[in-house]
């Protein structure tokens, strides 16, 4: 359908615009309908039949639309419409004052604008340096690491880096806590349990050694506890193999700093020998006497094996929490960390025993190659992002994150762990379609509310989105 | 004087609309030699009084200068064709500039100009008091006006340099200007880039600049065009990029204007070589005259009037008059640095083409430009002497 066709006004449409501004107005719509009148019979004197059919025919241009400027010679016209601009522009500042506006009038970019281009990878990781590795089981290393100029990395306990690594030409990320208490001068390290067919994990505990880099982001993470000496707390932590990772560092940053603190951990292990930081564990025990409790439960333990056996499911779970003699008085808080089965068997048994969620910190991790829905648009889609009170348009490849796209266009986002695990790129959906690899960090309010990430998140169709806060 | 009592016993609403336009007229009467104001007098009536630049529509300005061609191909100028040489190896692309740097331009830890820039006091003393932030904001307003008149001037530099390259009738001049067009093109891309993605703000063309601009457009003489772009717009361009190179503490802008300002070197460089011998053995004495006036007015112009008026217009015109604003500017300490590496760069190369004869050197010492006489020429100057003399500073 040519829904907007105009017929060009011509002489006859210029000088009745002409006579309508000099007449008064109540003249203007017979001038308007002689002018049409007039047309018709000239075109019809030149042999010319109106189209037969309706879409087709041009609808003529409105008579207050019509510059009577038409009808002079248009190197005269141009002279004229400037000459009238020029007395505009006096008349206005000498007769009412008008200062022409000192500000040039510039279109806010619309929603569907393109302002940005991805041009470049984005830097998002930096290099950091690998200064020593420990062997801690036949299946774990330690790996101890600085920044590149040497400097200590500094974090907050139970908080994890983000690792790239380069396997066989795919760059893969993982995240992997640091392990060490959060005090002045204690080596920085992440601790990488061998999992089956774990491609990084393999290929770390293979090959690295002291004098390599690594590529990381973060740290990141609200995993977290905020030490204060005067505090005299109790807090029950769960941890099922490499889970200890981020506990290890929570207990031992805590037990120094809050003297008064206690800690009863649970750690759940395949045998005596996969116990990871077992013989850090057994000093920490004699040094902090009956403020650190130490619960090893094994699936296949040693032969006279007094302590728990079995996996940590949740009658295990239950029965070592009452072995322990630890009763729920609602000041305790709890921190577990360990594979999916034995999270959601925590979690039940916690949950059965009235513990206030609020209470629980849980830290999950998963591949994000065994994460789902996030593949996004098989086409460039548009995102349009607010920030600061400005839009960007941005340009999301297939297979790219909003996050990514956004930073290679030059935008300043925030983020952090760049993988699902830590919400710092949390931003509100405000329309079109986003889909976020799953699962992730975000809480089901978070989702219901709107929220995003953009590290994960692709999208479907051309959205809008805005960072908060900014 | 007259005009000046009689202003200041006008109500105030009445002062404001008349301002400008005395202001317009004492401009033109202060021009001496009578070619020159026949000259630039239409530029400024379109300029200062019609206001041409800001009626919100294109402007369009006849050219009438002729295009020289040479169906030979002659090496004419072996320094021109050593700077199209330095030129081609210097090209850069806007588009690696670190933008992804974040540009607040109201944080104060980095700010685009310094804060002592402008005279608060003074401003006080007028009855203005600014808080912090609004000191912050408007601080904010001159560095984006700034900014929006080198793009402006850098509009007009492309086009300059276009009919620059048709008119001159060196070769090399010609194989030089070509990369100057894209110097000059890649500038309007990347200050608009900043003004519009970084600081969200543009403001008019001064009447002033544009006044400047329309003047070498408009003449049809070639040498008057490169005089005007290559030697005084682009001069004023070096010596505003300079000092605001040296003084702004944003990372992202420091590195645009670094690689402007060896652009410009180059620019300014070229002027001076095709002139120095035109002015000294082509024209006789009256058309040496005309130029050398010619030069000393567009000199004025640029230190008397460049006021960030535009910013006046959106802060204070119903509180100060003009001439408090243009009073409080022209001595604040940013302006005044503004203006000494602008003349500091302007006042040799006039020397070095011959346009600071003895009879016209009391005149640039009556209004103290003398003392840059001695300043190295553009023509001993590259991009990164300039650099490094500006970070020494």
């Avoid at chain 1, 920030?387 to 941005?394: M, P």
């Avoid at chain 1, 935008?411 to 799953?438: H, T």
């Avoid at chain 2, 460049?306 to 604003?325: A, D, G, M, N």
Wanted: with cysteine; charged share 25%; hydrophobic share 40%.
């Amino acid at each position: 359908m040519e829904g907007d066709r105009r017929r060009p006004p011509g002489k006859l449409d210029a000088a009745a615009s002409l006579a309508a501004r000099a007449l008064p107005s109540f003249c203007t719509p017979f001038l308007d309908q002689a002018r049409l009148d007039a047309r018709m019979l000239l075109d019809r004197a030149g042999g010319k039949t109106p189209a037969p059919v309706i879409e087709r025919l041009p609808s003529p241009t409105p008579l207050d639309e019509v510059d009577p400027l038409v009808l002079l010679p248009r190197r005269l016209a141009d002279k004229v419409r400037t000459a009238h601009r020029d007395i505009a522009m006096l008349g206005g500042r000498l007769i009412f004052g008008k200062t022409p506006a000192p500000l040039i009038e510039r279109p806010r970019p619309a929603p569907g604008a393109v302002v940005s281009l991805a041009r470049k990878a984005p830097q998002m990781a930096r290099t950091v340096k690998v200064v020593d590795v420990v062997r801690e089981t036949a299946d774990a290393v330690s790996i101890y690491l600085t920044e590149e100029d040497g400097s200590p990395i500094e974090f907050k306990p139970g908080q994890f880096l983000s690792v790239d690594v380069n396997v066989d030409g795919h760059k893969l990320r993982r995240a992997y806590s640091l392990a060490n208490a959060c005090l002045p001068g204690v080596p920085v390290h992440i601790t990488v349990k061998r999992m089956a067919d774990g491609r990084v994990s393999n290929h770390l505990n293979d090959t690295i050694q002291a004098g390599d880099t690594l590529s990381v982001l973060g740290p990141s993470g609200n995993f977290t506890v905020e030490p204060r000496s005067v505090n005299e707390r109790h807090f029950v932590m769960l941890a099922g193999g490499s889970g200890i990772t981020p506990i290890m560092s929570l207990l031992e940053t805590v037990l120094h700093q809050e003297k008064r603190s206690k800690v009863t951990l649970i750690y759940g292990n395949r045998g005596w020998d996969d116990i990871i930081f077992r013989e850090r564990l057994a000093r920490l025990s004699v040094e902090l006497g009956e403020r650190l409790v130490i619960d090893h439960v094994l699936e296949k333990p040693p032969e006279a094996w007094s302590g728990g056996e079995g996996l940590l499911s949740d009658d295990v779970v239950l029965e070592r929490l009452d072995a322990l003699g630890i009763e729920d008085d609602g000041m305790l808080r709890y921190f577990v960390c360990g594979p999916t089965p034995m999270m959601e068997a925590v979690h039940e048994v916690l949950k059965r025993r009235g513990v206030d969620a609020a209470r629980i910190a849980e830290e999950r991790f998963t591949r994000p190659e065994d994460r789902h829905g996030g593949l996004g648009s098989d086409k460039i889609e548009l995102v349009v992002i607010s920030k600061s009170g400005s839009e960007h348009g941005v340009q999301v490849a297939p297979g790219q994150t909003i996050l990514e796209a956004a930073l290679a266009a030059g935008l300043d986002m925030p983020f952090s762990c760049a993988m699902g695990g830590c919400g710092a790129c949390r931003v509100r959906q405000r329309s079109g379609d986003i889909q976020v690899e799953e699962p992730n960090c975000l809480s089901r309010s978070e989702k219901e509310r709107g929220y995003i990430l953009t590290c994960v998140g692709r999208p479907l169709a051309q959205s809008r989105i805005e960072v908060e806060g900014s | 004087m007259l005009t000046n009592k009689v202003l200041e016993n006008l109500p105030f609403s009445i002062r404001r609309r008349l301002e400008p336009y005395i202001e317009a007229v004492q401009v033109m009467t202060e021009t001496s030699n009578p070619k020159v104001l026949r000259a630039m007098a239409p530029s400024g009536i379109r300029g200062l009084i019609l206001q041409r630049g800001k009626q919100g529509v294109p402007t369009k300005m006849p050219s009438h200068h002729e295009t020289h061609f040479d169906w030979t191909y002659p090496n004419d100028q072996p320094e021109m064709r050593e700077l199209y040489t330095r030129a081609k190896e210097q090209q850069w692309n806007g588009e690696d500039l670190p933008w992804d740097i974040d540009v607040d331009p109201e944080n104060p830890e980095v700010p685009i100009i310094p804060p002592e820039f402008m005279s608060y006091d003074e401003l006080r003393g007028m009855g203005i008091k600014l808080t912090e932030l609004e000191q912050h904001r408007l601080n904010a307003s001159v560095g984006a006006w700034m900014l929006s008149q080198f793009l402006h001037g850098e509009q007009g530099a492309l086009f300059a340099a276009a009919q620059v390259t048709e008119a001159v009738q060196f070769f090399d001049g010609k194989l030089y200007g070509s990369t100057q067009v894209v110097d000059e093109g890649r500038h309007v891309e990347v200050f608009h880039r900043y003004l519009d993605t970084k600081l969200n703000k543009l403001y008019q063309i001064n009447d002033n600049l544009f006044v400047i601009i329309d003047a070498l457009i408009q003449d049809s003489r070639w040498d008057l065009k490169f005089l005007g772009m290559q030697i005084m717009v682009e001069g004023l361009a070096l010596g505003a990029f300079g000092t605001l190179y040296q003084m702004t503490k944003e990372p992202l802008l420091k590195e645009l204007l670094k690689k402007v300002i060896q652009d410009e070197a180059r620019h300014v460089h070229y002027g001076v070589i095709a002139l120095r011998d035109h002015f000294q053995n082509e024209l006789s004495e009256s058309e040496q005259r005309e130029r050398e006036d010619w030069a000393f007015e567009v000199a004025l112009l640029m230190r008397n009037r460049f006021l960030s008026y535009e910013v006046y217009e959106e802060w204070f015109e119903h509180k100060i008059t003009r001439k408090q604003w243009a009073h409080m500017v022209s001595h604040s300490p940013g302006f005044e640095i503004f203006r000494q590496v602008m003349f500091q760069r302007l006042v040799p190369n006039l020397r070095e083409i011959g346009l600071l004869s003895d009879r016209i050197k009391p005149h640039y010492e009556r209004v103290g430009l003398m003392q840059y006489f001695d300043g190295r020429s553009a023509d001993h100057l590259s991009g990164d002497e300039l650099i490094a003399e500006l970070d020494a500073a």
